[in-house]
């Protein structure tokens, strides 16, 4: 991989000063005076408000040390500044805010030193993707029709859009990212890619107790390009609480339809030759323990091991639904739009002159600020669980109260082993292996690496500390755990993503079970030594010493992310409580489906690919029965276009 060029600019004052206390730069390496250019151009990516928060609470450091030695950070010797660094490290309720100040610089540091100890590029041409017939909406004229416009290309709208294309409509696809090759993600480095396939730079933050970063995806092929290949069908009991308690009936059918998308995505189990030895380890400690565990299934067939699913799998072989579902949309005479932000859902009233409002179309909006207009009787909602709900209200169709609520995100979070012999965790299966012993108390274990510091797991210590966790990272191996959790968020608003999420209690305790099973796993696979991920309690030498920990601290001391929000515009059969009913159609308008993540009565209790996917192919399908059966089927018409 050659050495992308840095952005021009560089940090100055507390930012560079900041970094050079983290990382103890003493200038002995040439990749750390990098960093603070490298760490602008993350904070680029990042949303106005989260970027300021970052540059503030740098501020308060550097005023801190100016305080504590008259001088500020970037000024100081090595030495001061690390003396700096103690006395806030000594201050309990100044811990959380060094961890926060880290995730930022270790997404630099980690992209800086992997390029100082030469990252290797591919040894092969990436494949050419299959073709999509994508048009940026610079160029997509002011008014067009079509049968059907589908809002969001991920998961549920690329499914959608493939049964309605294929069952003679046409079919437009909006996409507010942009396309993204194959070959275009083997020519950066992967936190040059990370910026531009995460909404918000992956800074999408739920507020509550504790915070949650929600990581989601913002391209063609939604979340699917950046998640980790991980396929599991949905739960026996989970469809059958889906049916029988919330009146989901489609769920019923679900069997031939996760079939269908393990098919389409080529799900198979990882083979051991590519797995790597993070998720040997974990397999080892599992077998030790007695413990249920095995590689995972994955939608990634020729997988090389390069460990970059969540920024774009440069080798093109995870399956993401611009690789395997968009092309044979595109080849039944589906269109994307790109760059195309949908600003409402066009209403008009059915009958004309009163009666329930019935979808007519969508407003569009470019980049530029432009709009256009596409008119269709058909609007298919796959925005997202996150953006779904604002969309509905900034169309006038958020009414129901339910909308937005129901928010489920699969709480998670790490824990590292340290063994004697090397791991490099970032040489094979980025998600390899699935213990799942604590499945039926909610709780899911996967043997997860990422590329050096874009993980959840987030290394402990600050200065001198924190460089040798760094420079020792390759003896690391890291294990996630995400909970089977209870509705407790929401989304608000109707412009920018503003969340709620408060951890029930009952989810914080799964949290610390979790973290101790993970513990007694790597402790089982030979770790020497656990890292716990807690600030203030950050290494354990034994099980025994675990649990005295994890005595003296609580799930919102840990360092939470959470991923796979469902559940925010919920299909079901209670009026009362589902914005949506039993086929995925949105309540009190008609012509609009709901067909993503959103539309899921509860947690899925597991990486919810298959299952968006199945939902989205039922309603759809069920969509195109009650046409066929309202009216004589008709070959569809091309898009039309002025």
Known sequence: MTRPTVPARTAHGPLAGLVAALLADDRSTP?????????????????????????????AVDGYALARTGRRLAALDADARESVLAALAARPALLPLLDVLKVPVLLAAGTERMLHHGARGLPFAPPDDPPLDCTPAPHWP??????AVVIGSGAGGAMAARTLARAGLSVVVLEEGHHHSTASFGRRTPLDRFGELYRDGGATVAVGSPPLVVPVGRAVGGTTVVNSGTCYRTPRHVLDRWSSTFGFHLADGFGPLLDEVERTLRVATQPMDVLGENGRLALAGAERLGWTAAPLRRNAPGCKGSCQCVVGCPTGAKQSVQLSVLPDACAAGARIVTGARVRRILTEPDPPGGGTPRASGVLVRREDGTEFEILSPCVVVAAGALQSPQLLRRSGLGGHPRTG????????????GRFTEPVTAWEGVLQSAGVEQLHDRGILIEATATPPGMGSFVLPGAGRELRAELEGAGHLATLGAMIADRPSGRVLGRGRTLLRYDLDPRDAGRLMTAVRAMGRLLFAAGAVEVLTGIPSAPRARSLDELDCLLTQVTARQLHLSAFHPTGTVAAGGDPQTAPADALGRLRGVRGVLAADGSVLPSCPEVNPQLSVMAAALAVTEAHVDGRDRAAAPRPGTPVQVP
């Open 31 to 59: 990749w750390t005076a990098r960093v603070p250019a490298r760490l602008e151009s993350v904070l680029a990516t990042m949303p106005v408000p989260a970027r300021a928060a970052f540059r503030a609470a740098a501020g």
């Open 142 to 147: 002011a008014r067009a029709t079509a049968d």
């Open 405 to 416: 609520r129901n928010l489920s995100v699969h709480p998670a979070t790490s824990v590292a």
